[in-house]
């Protein structure tokens, strides 16, 4: 269709919106005053809506549009000039049709970056021309004068559109999804009940026309979900909304080098999903076999930020700070450390969602500060003080809230907010059933198991009841904060490997990234994590540092049960009846490989039902870990299996006992002793910690 047909058909729209044609022009000069560049380009249209007429807000999507805004400018070379967004009325669906043609549509090469970004409502709609009368639509942010007709932009639409773009580096992120259960537990879902009302004929007309174009390229299409009635959610995070699949994608990109294949990078952020309480799978949605990711960095260097402003005294600048783990982002402390490429450090003084203030340290000589460098991760301090935090669903009458809050006020390290208020990790809610009984939810509205109370159980017992289980999910906190794969300076690399068959198979790799040349980083593509239960399992771990490294594992079994690996001591004396068992330090030297457990010992770790996910953290130190091994002996273990792997019977004492250890292997502690007090400082040259999480079936 033409662009002027396009133009002279939202005339009316404008007019609606009091936006005058000369006001939308101006709007376009973004992107208009571009066009003198010479190709390759890469070009950008991010769509938004949290306000919708008459339906429920969102709370992330603005934030979404201005996670990959930041993203692809400093972090992939794109021109403000040729990022063009829409957010809120503006995106309606005439304005994102429009916007699409011009922009990208008349703009785009052969051989240029193309990327489309949706964040907002997405349902489904009758569509009686169709073998399959209900199609996925996305709900744009202007509605029809016949409640019976709906604006909505088909799938089917959206996908020919970015197919008719003439270059094959087309990438497209979805944040939406399309059904809407009846009952809701936990974040906010982005999908609305679907429509018997009908597609405006506009829309109709506009894919009738598209289907007889020449269709060139295969976009790559990644989704926020993998299964058609997967719901997509967002979370309140620390002074901030966002989509959970931006978010976790934004964030890889930052901290990482875009692997060969998209399949690595789902699956890494598949993992940060999980770690942020929702069993959301994103998708790749694209007909190449083996697709590459077509965004490739400016720099093979990743970052945890950017600096974005520089105030007037040269020394105090404002960080952009979307590339920290979003589980860390919350307890990232004054007075931790980020370094620039021109060797420089800058001290955190104040942080405010993504948002920071730091100021240079006092380095002779140093070099002027400029917006757009990244900064890199050089120290981090956590609190002392941090709490697990307890939402209460608002589906709790007012006196089950006020008896929930007494009750775990018992607890130390236990906080209560009202859900949707403030940043929590987990839910206490009804259970849907009926007689209905209390019991704690993932964010993503998954029953933790063994956390169900009796039915008609008073608010009380039950949460007395959870007692060891907050114990749990409070120490697999605090060993998640040590996540720092992307910023680690010790090169280790570690593998889970199934070896029941005849040579072992790979099941996830992780490698701290920053601490390798390019060259020599994991390329290969990995199977998908699921793990038959009953396998045969251990990790294959590697230093390639010049120091020895020990190592501690921790993790979350498929019954959300704590568990370790104990690291015994085969005694050398004959006669061992009465000889207590002791734990000893797992040290691989520099240079070798350690298989964990061991090849040849007596016990074997193997994979125990029921099916479900299995959590475990790698954490590795250039200093012994005393405390932590000490906290180990202290359990009441019984000596009569000693198996590799087994329940962790005192979590959080090991848990503390690990951060003291990390916060004794750093130097720079005797330079901050007024944070030493009352926080962990952990030194990236001297710890790494890398996350496996995997499906058991």
Sequence with gaps: MKRRTFLHRIGSILAVLGVTEAEWLTLGNRYYQALAQPSPRKLALLIGINQYPKISALSGCLTDVELQRELLIHRFGFQRSDILTLTEEQASREFIEVAFLDHLGKQAKPGDVVVFHFSGYGSRVKLETSPDPMQNALVTANESQNSQIVNYILEETLLLLLRSLPTDRVTAVLDTSYYAPSAVIGLKIRALEELVAKLAAEELDFLKQLKTQKLSSTPIVLAATSEPKQPARERLFSGFSAGLFTYALTQYLWEFTPATTIQIALSHVENSLYKLGNKQQ????????????????????????????????????????????????????????????????????????????????????????????????????????????????????????????????????????????????????????????????????????????????????????????????????????????????????????????ISPRVVIQRETVRAFKPENSIKKSLPTPIVPIGSRMQYRVENQSDRPVYLILLGLNNNHTAIAFYPWETPTEANTVDVKSLLKEVVIAPGQTLTLPQTNAPSQWVISGPASECEQQLIFSTNPFSETLAALSTAKYSTAEQRAIDPLLNPLDVAQALLQDLHNANALKTEMNGTAADSYILDVNNWASLSFSFQVS
């Design 282 to 501: 994103p998708a790749l949605l694209s007909s190449q076999k083996n697709p590459d990711i077509t965004l490739l960095p400016e720099s093979i260097i990743g970052a945890e930020g950017v600096v974005s402003n520089i105030e007037e005294d040269g020394k105090t600048v404002h960080l952009w700070l979307a590339g920290l783990p979003p589980q860390v982002l919350l307890y990232y402390g004054v007075n931790s450390r980020f370094t620039l490429a021109t060797t420089e450090q800058l001290i955190l003084r104040s942080r405010t969602g993504l948002t920071a203030k730091a100021q240079i340290s006092k380095i002779e000589g140093a070099n002027p500060l400029q917006i757009g460098q990244l900064v890199q991760e050089a120290v981090r301090v956590l609190p002392r003080n941090i709490n697990l935090t307890i939402a209460l669903d608002t589906g709790l009458e007012r006196i089950e809230r006020v008896d929930a809050t007494s009750a775990f006020a018992g607890f130390s390290h236990v906080s209560t907010v009202i859900a949707g208020e403030k940043p929590a990790d987990y839910l206490f809610a009804k259970l849907q059933e009926i007689p209905s009984s209390y019991g704690l939810f993932s964010l993503g509205g998954e029953l933790i198991p063994n956390t169900t109370g009796e039915v008609g159980e008073a608010v009380k017992l039950t949460v007395q009841r959870l007692a060891p289980k907050l114990s749990i999910l409070y120490a697999a906190k605090l060993w998640r904060l040590t996540e720092n794969e992307g910023s680690s300076r010790l090169p280790l690399k570690a593998t889970l490997e199934i070896i029941s068959g």
